[in-house]
């Protein structure tokens, strides 16, 4: 079986209880507290968004981890991007699932790790507050170099994936702090030191303030794209601005636009045909489960609008090197945010049915 590209999946590892979520929201809270208290907003939305085929998982279940890297692996995705909280002094989150799978081999899937350097705050993780929960911090050379220690295993583990020889690693916000160049540095001398042949460093650029020459220029090594906000940044005509405005002081409507145009911004040619650049698949967005009506909302997105945008990303990419055809799933499991490839109860695998279609020659 050959792919078109090598398609890594970015993968949230939220779904098990945590003390930290236990106080912030209430016992026993996960991911699927919100996506199953989700209401539809206005008329035509889709909501709840419910999970089919893998259900309701719990993350510190071998069996469902193992279940997700199967599917994964029939449906054309090469590897899982594991979103990896480091909140500086040794402070982690949702770590559980990911050391479970680095520790026991299991599943024999390839993985990498994405850094979400960003603070916590209350809004934007389903509280109806903008209050800090957690912080990220960046303390320095000794914080930096105790984190690499930490991920050191994972990058010598045979199932890591790598971009010419040595081991990918995202960084979400690249712009997060001015150490995050220091923090580049350390890592590069590190893993000379410990017997790797470098870090390849992604930048995730998903901010329109932001370009992706401007990531290049701080030292990253590659990329990764994500256009979310690009039609309301940068195409909006002023009455659809006024007009979702309204709709939100008015009618109480959160912002909410066909996936049929905003699909139309996800992709540049001119920027993702770059051998440098990864650009990203995005299946939907709808954070409406956790932010209520301030969330975004994409509308009927279908697997037929689905498999267009797919298209649109292999034709920027037909023509880079073998080792440069990369593209980033948003994502595989981002269930609260409208923003998955698992099946639910509306599509079953359709998605996954377009990406087999269009990825597996």
Known sequence: MKSKAKIIAIYLPQYH????NDLWWGKGFTEWSNVAKAKPLFKGHYQPRLPADLGYYDLRVPEARKAQADMAREYGVAGFCYWHYWFGEGKQLIERPFNEVLESGEPDFPFCLAWANETWKGFVHGLKNRNILIEQKYPGVDDFTAHFMKVLPAFKDKRYIEVDGKPLFMI??????????????TWRTLALEYGLNGIHFVGHCNDHKYSAQQILDLGFDSVNTVRLDNYLANHRSLTTKIVGRLNKILRGVPLAYPYKIMSKYFIESSIDSNKDVFPSIIPGWDHS???????LVMTNVTPELFDKHVKDVLEVIEHKEEERKIIFIKSWNEW???NYMEPDIKWGKAFLEVLKKNIIR
């Open 172 to 185: 979400y916000k690249p712009f997060g702090d001015e150490k995050v160049t220091l923090f580049m540095d």
């Open 289 to 295: 489960a956790r932010s209520g009506r301030e969330g």
């Open 17 to 20: 209880p945590i003390p930290e």
């Open 336 to 338: 609260a945010e409208g």
